[in-house]
Nanobody, 124 residues
Framework: QVQLVESGGGLVQAGGSLRLSCAAS????????MGWFRQVPGKEREFVAA????????RLSEPVKGRFTISRDNAKRMVYLQMDSLKPEDTAVYSC?????????????????WGQGTQVTVSS
């Protein structure tokens, strides 16, 4: 089905910003709920944000609410995660994921395809 490739990660100082991008291949991208997750060593994968196939419904985790924004451009087959006011605790490998079902969910197990991940490191 859909294949996903993330980009945009890197090293940034606390308070800075990064925009992550996820490029999708395949013909059915516009049908997928898209999500962003993050994971650090020793911890379970954590939900960050998700949005509906049409971009009309979003869901953000409490730690990033007010700082991160998820968006998509179905014509370009892209999904974005704009990260502002970054904190050291945001440091993680960020992965985008696609869900071939209508619900905007937060559980990693409910997503069907995953990108390779991109490292985000926030220094203090």
């Amino acid at each position: 089905q859909v294949q996903l490739v993330e980009s945009g990660g890197g090293l940034v100082q606390a308070g800075g910003s990064l925009r992550l991008s996820c490029a999708a291949s395949g013909r059915t991208f516009s049908n997928y709920v898209m999500g962003w997750f993050r994971q650090v060593p020793g911890k379970e994968r954590e939900f960050v944000a998700a949005l509906s196939a049409d971009g009309g419904s979003t869901r953000l985790s409490e730690p990033v609410k007010g700082r991160f924004t998820i968006s998509r451009d179905n014509a370009k087959r892209m999904v974005y995660l704009q990260m502002d006011s970054l904190k050291p605790e945001d440091t993680a490998v960020y992965s985008c994921a696609a869900r071939d079902n209508p619900g905007v969910t937060s559980s990693p197990s409910s997503y069907d395809a995953w990108g390779q991940g991109t490292q985000v490191t926030v220094s203090s």
